[in-house]
């Protein structure tokens, strides 16, 4: 199987391009869309088990929330690995080994209990295996297969967790009420196996190639794609002060994501408000994803980034604010979710773009993973620091001001961020830029000749 890629010399943002992708790319994008739901189960499940295996095995909230930490620590360790394989390999290689090993992972947390070490044991495994469904992999192949239309195509590929945070929670609870918690997650693998590794394996092209979107386009576009991108190196990215930039922005939403979404459930039940309503409030969450990939991703194909990033980030702080002195106001509580939903939705999304303009598509898989480590640095950090002030304190307020002022600090340095380089979209091949270099010492032959015979004239 292979996907033809329309040309790289388009104007970003040209419709009938645009159209053209869509009519080769959507099946990619809906596979995305499947493994980017799949892997949100696991942020879903731990925010609604948290209360019940504490009960079940006097787990404190710090305890239970520390599994997250491991698929933090998974990404930071793993995520440039998998995006190097990424770029050698292709995404649709990673992706099969990474679905049926995910179900693998789930299957194994679901028979541990009541040893902690067997819950962290089992965490520890499957964080590993989705870091080969993470969206490093899935933002790696639909950069490579969209241009004039890659900020919403990635808006649609990356909204997957707010699929997922939509759909899971009401499962979650169905499962947990007629099978207990350990049938949840052997529910959740099974769903796993038969939704995703069939699109992976038939929607996910073997080998992407580029090629023209009309027929009169140069014959260089029929190269393989890993041939025609150009770009940065990691070592050379890695040097520049813009690459730390976007790494603390999205540390910090990584922070405010991973927080809220485990620690919001309790914090309502803690104020008054019933079970069922911190489930519909928590399910806001997914909804709110998805208009924020698909509104943030549509805008991020006409507009700077560094734009979208202000406004979306500036809406967790405020709604961090929010629930400080929480007093079990249902609208504050949904108002929050729904802040926190929105910044998550067009994380994903800016970050492959921000990375595809700024250093290229020769190792976006690498550099995309690199950078997606410091989202998982927040991601790790915050759920468990979350869970022990609150085990030490028996209140969020000093955590939710903490994580307001952080969010602020990212808006400002977002600010910062200066206009995309030239050839920082990397559209140009190193294919291209050859011929082009190739055009211009001919023409400069042209114009010695002409000199010459001007003067022999003369």
Known sequence: MSAALPCASVR???????????????????????????????????????????????????EVSLALTFSAVSSILFGPVVGGLVDRFGARRIALTGAPLCALGMTMIGLTGPALLGWYAAWLFYSIAQVANGPMVWA??????????????????????????????????????????????????????AVLGPLVF????????????????????????????????????????????IAFLVAATGTAISAMSVHLQPLMTDN???????????????????????????LLDRIH????????????????????????????????????????????????????RYFGMRRFGAIYGLSMSAFSIGYALAPPAAGVLYDRMGSYNLGLIGLSITLFVAVAIA???????????????????????????????IAIKLGSEVDGSL
């Open 140 to 193: 790696s192949v639909v950069t490579k297969m969209f241009r004039a239309s890659r900020g919403l195509a990635l808006g649609v590929a990356l909204s997957g967790a707010g699929v997922g945070a939509m759909v899971f929670p009401s499962l979650i609870v169905w499962l947990l009420d007629r099978f207990g918690w350990r049938g949840v997650y052997s529910g959740l693998a099974l769903l796993n196996l």
């Open 202 to 245: 038939f929607a996910l092209p073997r080998r992407i190639k580029k090629a023209a979107a009309a027929p009169a386009a140069s014959a260089t576009h029929s190269a393989p794609a890993d041939r025609l991108v150009g770009g940065m190196l990691i070592k050379e990215a890695i040097c520049t002060t813009i690459f730390w930039r």
């Open 415 to 445: 600010a910062t961020l200066g206009p995309y380089p030239p050839d920082g979209d990397s559209g140009r091949s190193n294919d291209e830029v050859g011929v082009r270099a190739q055009e211009k010492r001919e023409q400069a032959v």
């Open 305 to 356: 980034a560094r734009w979208i990033a202000i406004c979306f980030l500036t809406l967790p702080a405020i709604g961090s604010l929010m629930l400080v002195n929480f007093h079990g106001s249902y609208l504050r509580g949904l108002l929050a979710a729904i802040s926190v939903g929105l910044a998550s939705g067009v994380e994903g999304d800016m970050l492959a773009v921000m990375v595809s």
């Open 272 to 298: 008054g408000l019933t079970r069922a309503q911190a489930v519909s409030i928590v399910a806001a969450i997914g909804p709110s994803v998805i208009v924020g990939r698909l509104i943030g991703g549509a």
């Open 12 to 62: 970003l943002g040209d419709s009938a391009q645009a159209r053209a992708e869509w009519r080769i790319g959507w099946p990619v994008v809906l596979t995305a869309l499947a493994g980017g739901c799949s892997v949100s189960a696991q942020t879903v499940s731990l925010g609604i088990l948290m209360k019940p295996l504490g009960e079940l095995f006097a787990w404190s909230r710090g």
